[in-house]
């Protein structure tokens, strides 16, 4: 399975928090980040999406179908993307769109079993993948890149 762990892009500030949207900036970034996205992706990727604007704003730039998933919105803990991904049973490619500190978390979580929050930009993505080795399975980091270097 791969799992890709999108944070959504520059967002407004402002309350309530659900209903911030992207700036100029930010719809530039998840713009970008979507054609490096759109490049590697395979066809029957599941992209699952926070409800909250800013991140549909930013999905929007991938794809205009996607599912938004109530589990993925602010303030949910790790195990709840986790969950909601299939990880790492599922199979597939799965793309997430959430927030911080949340993401850091399942990245922490998956990649050296801890249980900080790393830091991850705005319209970052991260990209993991799961095998088998030997008796065991590993997580492997496939890449970690943010807008402005593209």
């Known amino acids: 399975m791969e799992l890709i762990l999108w944070r959504h892009a520059e967002a407004e500030d402002g309350f309530p928090d659900a209903k911030r949207a992207l700036t100029e900036k930010g719809h530039k970034q998840a713009g970008k980040m979507a054609e490096?996205?759109?490049?590697?992706?395979?066809?029957?990727?599941?992209?699952?999406?926070?409800?909250?604007?800013r991140t549909q704003q930013t999905a929007?730039?991938?794809?205009?179908?996607?599912?938004?998933?109530?589990?993925l919105a602010p303030g949910v803990d790790a195990?709840?993307?986790?969950?909601?991904?299939?990880?790492?049973?599922?199979?597939?490619?799965?793309?997430?769109?959430?927030?911080?500190?949340?993401?850091?978390?399942v990245l922490s979580r998956l990649l050296v079993n801890g249980n900080d929050s790393?830091?991850?930009?705005?319209?970052?993505?991260?990209?993991?993948?799961?095998?088998?080795?030997?008796?065991g399975a590993e997580t492997l980091l496939k890449a970690a890149i943010t807008p402005?270097?593209?």
Do not use: C, M, Y
Not at 36 to 43: C, D, G, I, S, Y
Not at 118 to 135: C, D, I, P, Q, T
């Open 79 to 105: 195990q709840a993307i986790i969950d909601a991904a299939g990880w790492p049973r599922a199979g597939g490619t799965v793309v997430i769109v959430g927030h911080q500190p949340t993401l850091g978390e």
């Open 118 to 135: 790393w830091s991850v930009k705005k319209g970052a993505v991260w990209w993991l993948a799961n095998r088998k080795r030997g008796n």
């Open 36 to 53: 490096w996205l759109k490049a590697r992706l395979p066809e029957d990727a599941r992209i699952l999406v926070s409800p909250s604007v």
């Open 60 to 71: 929007s730039a991938l794809v205009k179908d996607f599912s938004t998933v109530d589990a």
């Open 148 to 150: 402005d270097l593209l």
